[in-house]
């Protein structure tokens, strides 16, 4: 079976002078999906991420998506 990888990656900076909690929604759709490793799904992966951003500061959210052919 072959398949195809992506390295996702979200980089933040933040101009604020207060802190801030990132979320991120994706919504994949494959005959199958495998995201960091874990067990593959057929179908629509609903993916959730939050990271902390701090005030002034830079922070980044990333994961790995497989996909099976």
Do not use: H, I, W
Not at 40 to 47: A, D, F, I
């Amino acid at each position: 079976m072959l398949s195809t990888s992506y390295q996702v990656t979200y980089r933040f900076v933040s101009t604020r002078t207060t802190a801030t909690r990132v979320s991120v929604r994706e919504q994949l759709y494959g005959r199958s999906v495998s995201v960091d490793g874990q067990a593959t799904q057929n179908g629509q992966v609903v993916l959730n991420c939050q990271v902390d951003l701090p005030a002034k500061g830079k922070a980044s959210l990333g994961f790995t998506l497989k996909l099976l052919n």
